[in-house]
C-alpha cells in the first residue's frame, strides 16, 4: 500500500500535469511530470522498455523534498509519465529519497538503490544511507531492514553526511557491485566499492579511488563500467578549479580512463577530461542496453543558473539531455546521439560548398526542433577564415551563438543575447582538434535545448536556451572567407 506522502505526489502530479500544454514542454528531451527535476535516477532497461526515474519536487520549481519521479520510453526519445516512485515518507529518508540506480532481479523484480537522507533531531546533521525498494514497475515497496548500508559500513574518517548516490552493476556470475560517494574530513570526494550476493545483504570491499585534490572536492553521482576494453569512471565534482579549456564548470562532470588492480578493488586512471563542456550537463548516469550499446544522459542544467532563473509562470523546471551512445577512441569518451533520433528526421535541407563572409541567411534553414549536420572549411587553404559563427534561437533581439575561431582551435558557445539573466553563467567554451580551420558540428536543437556534437563526438557541448520558442531563425557570419556545407532535418 503507498503512503499517504506518496499518494499525495501521484495525486498532484495527475491534475496538474494536464494543466501543461505539450507545446510548453521539451519535444523529445525528458522534462519532469510536474514541478522541479534534477538527477536522473535508476536509468534501466525493465520489462522491454527504457525507465527513467529522476529527482524530483511535484510541488514547486525549486528544489525540496525530494521524491522520484518516474517516465519509460520504448526508443528513448518519446516518454510517457508513470505515477511517481518513491516519497520521502520513512525515518530514514525523510529529509528525501536522493539519487540512486536499478536493476532487475533475478526473480523478474525492478530494484531501486536509492539514498535515504534524515536530520539527527540532536544536532541537525544530515545523515545518508543507503536504501532498497523492490517493485514491478510501476509500484515499489521498500525494504523492511533499510537502510542497507549506512555509518557504521564507513571506513574511518569517511562522513556520514556525505555518503551517496549508489550505482549498480551486476557481475557476470550474478553477484552484483555497488560504487557510492563519500567525503572524508579533507572534503575530498572518495569512491566506495561494494559487494552483495542478492542485492539486498551488501559487503564493503575497498576504496575504489580517491580524489587527490586535482579535481574539486566532493565527487558526486558515480558511474563505473567497462567500454572498448577500458575502464571508465564517470563522476561530479564540486568545487572545481578550471584547468586551462578543462573543468570551467565549477560543478561539472568528469570522466576518467584506466584499470583496476589483479584484485578488481582499486581505479588507476591515465587518462582524464571533461564529459560536457557547456554550461549545462551534471549527474548522467549510463546504462548497457539490450543490444549492447553503452548509452548515458544527464541533467540539462546547472546548479549555479538553476537558482537564478526566474520561474515566474513556470510549471516546470529542469530537463534531461538526449541520450548518447558512449565509445572509446584514442584514450576519450566519444558521444553521439542516439541512433533512434534519425528514424524521426523530416523535411531534409542540403546546401553543399556554400561560400559565407559575412552575415548568411539560407532559405529553409530555421526552427528550434532540428537536427543540423554542419562542415566548415577556409575558402582558400592557405588563408584561415577568422571566425565563423552559427546563430540560432534567433529574432530581431535574441540570438544564441556558437562560434569557432580556427586559429586557437577555441569553438565557443555564448547565451549573453538569449534572455537569461545578466548574472547567470552564460558562455562556454573548449579547445578542440586541429584541423587546418576544418570543424564538423552537429546541433541537435529541441525548443528549450542545444547540444552540440564535435567532430564525430570527440566533444560535446550543452546549454539550456530559455529564448522564447517564436524565435527561430538560423543564421551565419564568417569573418574571412569560409565554405559550408549543411543538412538540416525538422524533428
Not at 524530483?56 to 510517457?80: C, E, F, I, Q
Not at 529518508?93 to 538503490?113: I, Q, R, Y
Not at 544530515?126 to 515497496?141: F, P, R
Request: aromatic letters at 12%; proline letters at 4%; charged letters at 25%.
Amino acid at each position: 500500500m503507498a503512503s499517504h506522502k506518496l499518494l499525495r505526489a501521484r495525486e498532484y502530479e495527475e491534475k496538474t500535469a494536464k494543466l501543461i500544454p505539450d507545446a510548453s514542454r521539451p519535444k523529445f528531451h525528458l522534462s519532469p511530470c510536474v514541478g522541479w527535476m534534477n538527477d536522473p535516477n535508476g536509468f534501466s532497461w525493465y520489462k522491454g522498455e527504457y525507465h527513467l526515474f529522476y529527482q524530483y519536487n511535484p510541488y514547486d520549481t525549486v528544489w525540496d523534498s525530494m521524491h522520484w519521479g518516474h517516465a519509460v520510453s520504448k526508443d528513448l526519445l518519446n516518454w510517457r509519465y508513470l505515477p511517481a516512485a518513491l516519497a520521502p515518507d520513512e525515518s530514514y529518508d525523510s529529509f528525501g529519497c536522493f539519487s540512486g540506480c536499478a536493476v532487475e532481479l533475478p526473480t523478474g523484480e525492478h530494484l531501486l538503490m536509492y539514498t535515504g537522507s534524515r536530520k539527527d533531531g540532536n544536532t541537525g546533521e544530515e545523515i545518508q544511507t543507503q536504501c532498497i525498494a523492490v517493485g514491478d514497475g510501476l509500484n515499489y515497496k521498500k525494504y523492511a531492514r533499510n537502510p542497507v548500508l549506512d555509518e557504521n559500513i564507513l571506513p574511518e574518517g569517511l562522513s556520514r553526511s556525505n555518503f551517496r548516490d549508489p550505482k549498480i552493476w551486476r557481475e557476470k556470475d550474478g553477484s552484483y557491485r555497488c560504487v557510492v560517494s563519500a567525503c572524508g574530513q579533507d572534503n575530498l570526494g572518495t569512491i566506495l566499492l561494494f559487494s552483495s550476493k542478492d542485492g539486498f545483504e551488501w559487503k564493503y570491499e575497498s576504496v575504489l579511488v580517491k580524489n587527490d585534490g586535482r579535481f574539486g572536492l566532493m565527487w558526486e553521482c558515480p558511474d563505473f563500467f567497462i567500454l572498448d576494453g577500458k575502464h571508465v569512471l564517470i563522476t561530479n565534482p564540486m568545487d572545481m578549479i578550471p584547468d586551462g579549456y578543462e573543468y570551467n564548470n565549477r560543478n561539472g562532470t568528469v570522466c576518467l580512463i584506466g584499470e583496476l588492480d589483479d584484485e578488481g578493488k582499486h581505479f588507476s586512471y591515465a587518462y582524464h577530461h571533461s564529459v560536457d563542456y557547456g554550461i549545462d550537463f551534471y549527474a548522467p548516469q549510463t546504462i548497457l542496453a539490450p543490444d549492447g550499446r553503452r548509452i548515458m544522459t544527464g541533467w540539462m542544467q546547472n546548479w549555479d543558473n538553476s537558482r537564478l532563473i526566474d520561474r515566474k509562470g513556470r510549471q516546470w523546471f529542469g530537463q534531461m539531455s538526449l541520450p548518447r551512445e558512449l565509445s572509446v577512441r584514442n584514450n576519450r569518451l566519444y558521444q553521439q546521439p542516439v541512433r533512434e533520433l534519425e528514424q524521426y528526421r523530416t523535411n531534409k535541407v542540403e546546401y553543399r560548398h556554400v561560400f559565407v563572409e559575412g552575415e548568411l541567411f539560407l532559405k529553409g534553414i530555421e526552427g528550434r526542433t532540428a537536427d543540423l549536420e554542419i562542415t566548415i572549411r577556409p575558402a582558400d587553404t592557405e588563408r584561415l577564415y577568422r571566425k565563423f559563427e552559427v546563430n540560432f534561437a534567433q529574432d530581431g533581439q535574441y540570438r544564441t551563438v556558437l562560434s569557432f575561431c580556427p586559429h586557437e582551435s577555441v569553438l565557443k558557445m555564448d547565451l549573453s543575447f538569449s534572455g537569461l539573466d545578466k548574472v547567470c553563467v552564460s558562455q562556454c567554451q573548449c579547445k578542440v582538434s586541429d584541423r587546418n580551420g576544418e570543424l564538423k558540428l552537429r546541433i541537435i536543437l529541441d525548443r528549450f535545448s542545444a547540444e552540440v556534437f564535435i567532430n564525430d563526438g570527440e566533444q560535446a557541448m550543452s546549454v539550456a536556451v530559455l529564448t522564447d520558442v517564436s524565435a527561430e531563425k538560423i543564421s551565419f557570419n564568417a569573418v574571412g572567407e569560409a565554405i559550408m556545407d549543411i543538412i538540416k532535418y525538422d524533428l
